[in-house]
């Protein structure tokens, strides 16, 4: 049991510091991923999206589609394509750091 939760509170910490990555390297401050609501509106930004978006992002089942979206325009803000998009919903402990501490570059936001 202990061993479990260890593991669980390692994995939450290298998943925070691979955003803290991923928003360091989009121009953002990095401690904004740590900030509820707050880390939302940065990564918003950060896909070129408008702020109206949060309210999507309040309503069930839109909720889904609406970050979707946002996680595919974030997959291509640093040059990655749908399979990347997919491997960021599937399987983002391995994903997320991929981009955070990999060679992706942020390339700027993609169009509205």
Do not use: E, H, R
């Not at 930004?45 to 889904?64: A, E, M, S, T």
């Amino acid at each position: 049991m202990i061993i479990g939760i260890i593991l669980y509170v390692a994995i939450i910490v290298f998943m925070i510091a691979s955003m803290w990555k991923i928003y360091t390297k989009a121009g953002q401050p990095g401690w904004a991923c740590i900030v509820p609501i707050y880390n939302l509106i940065i990564l918003l930004k950060i896909v070129n999206k408008p702020l109206w978006w949060i309210v999507l992002l309040l309503i069930p089942i839109v909720n889904f589609i609406a970050l979707i979206i946002i996680i595919n325009a974030l997959s291509k803000a640093f040059g990655k394509g749908v399979g990347f998009t997919l491997g960021l919903l599937f399987l983002s402990f391995i994903f997320y750091p991929i981009l955070g501490f990999g060679d992706a570059q942020y390339q700027g936001q993609p169009a509205a």
